[in-house]
């Protein structure tokens, strides 16, 4: 039976768009529902210190209204777990986080805070949160990770993302490389294995095609993608690239 790969769509940078003019519109909400509706297996977000870019009111609406999975992306803060133990994301996705970063430029150093995560996980999981953390592909990282009680681990893919850009070969091979390694090493230890961060629909299929990964979450190329050819479409285009 054929591998199918889960698709998280981050629907962040719709709520870019309606926070840009201060308005009401575009609603991430309608964006979660239309990609649930063209067959997303869960919708992705992270809620920012800032706000930059959903809030809480969207997080609790798209809980209330889709019907496959929310994936909450937060900072490992006291206010973060406490709106998640409150809202009840079928996953939350622990990530670092900077005031003045576009997008999140790495992975979270599992290693050099393990006990502040380790209480953010306990809780979560108390709470019947599923916990995944995004981090590096390092095998310190992972079993870090691991030892701090994830269930899973998504792997960022920024650095095979960034050499793909400058079509740089000996760099796509080398990050791929590290991906499949660092992938091995978190099935090894009994973590699922996710992967997101800069994945298009021109580089995705590569990181697709490494056996231990279940779920990509992919944001800004699938709502770029969407103003031209319509949110519908952009997610039924990457469900298809990633599983073939």
Sequence with gaps: ???????????DHVATVRNARRTFEPDPVHAAV?????????????????????????????????????????????????????????QVTLVPEKRQEITTEGGLDVVNQKERVEQAVKELKEAGITVNIFIDPEPQ???AAKEVGA??????????????????????????NRLKRAAKV?????????AGHGLTY???????????????????????NAILLG???AVEKMIKLING
Excluded: W
């Design 1 to 11: 039976m054929k591998r199918k790969i889960r698709l998280g769509v981050n629907i």
């Design 34 to 90: 239309i990609a649930d509706l063209a067959g997303a297996d869960q919708i992705t977000l992270h809620v920012r210190e800032d706000r930059r870019h959903v809030n809480e009111r969207d997080l609790k609406m798209i809980k209330e209204v889709i019907h496959s999975r929310v994936n909450l992306e937060m900072a490992v803060t006291e206010e973060m777990v406490k709106i998640a133990k409150e809202v009840k994301p079928h």
């Design 141 to 143: 990282q992972i079993r």
């Design 151 to 176: 269930d899973a681990v998504e792997l960022h893919t920024g650095a095979y993302a960034e050499a793909f850009a400058r079509n740089d070969e000996e760099a796509i091979e080398k990050e791929l």
């Design 186 to 194: 978190a099935k090894e230890v009994g973590l699922k294995v996710y």
């Design 202 to 224: 021109k580089n995705v299929r590569k990181v697709a095609e490494i056996p231990e990964i279940e779920e990509l979450n992919i944001g800004h190329s699938i709502v770029a």
């Design 231 to 233: 949110l519908k479409e």
